[in-house]
């Protein structure tokens, strides 16, 4: 069972920036695609971006232009650059590997207006 630990969050002022990072336990993490999902209070939780082994990138049509997903394979981590933060981001961001399942604890981001 792999391990999925997210830092990086935290408060900030809209249009304001923050990276998420997802850590990996395990080294097969180099052949799973990866997604960040976030979960606003009261709401579902949606996919906000992923990435495959390869790079291709896909991203939530209210992130798009602002949020950047991206990996590094020797670091088993993958990052969320979040530029231009609006306070309709505010939520836990989780790490995802579904091709195992797994799940990170979550990180929360905060918006302020």
């Known amino acids: 069972q792999v391990q999925l630990v997210e830092s990086g969050g935290g408060l900030v002022q809209a249009g304001g920036s923050l990276r998420l990072s997802c850590k990996a336990s395990?080294?097969?993490?180099?052949?799973?695609?990866m997604a960040w999902y976030r979960q606003a209070p009261g709401k579902q939780r949606e996919l906000v971006a992923s990435?495959?082994?390869?790079?291709?990138?896909t991203y939530a049509d209210s992130v798009k232009g602002r949020f950047t997903i991206s990996r590094e394979n020797t670091k088993l981590t993958m990052y969320l650059q979040m530029n231009s933060l609006k306070p309709e981001d505010t939520a836990v961001y989780y790490c995802s590997m579904p091709g195992r399942n797994s799940w990170g604890q979550g990180t929360q981001v905060t918006v302020s207006s």
């Open positions: 395990e080294s097969f993490f180099r052949i799973y695609a």
């Open positions: 990435i495959t082994t390869d790079g291709t990138t």
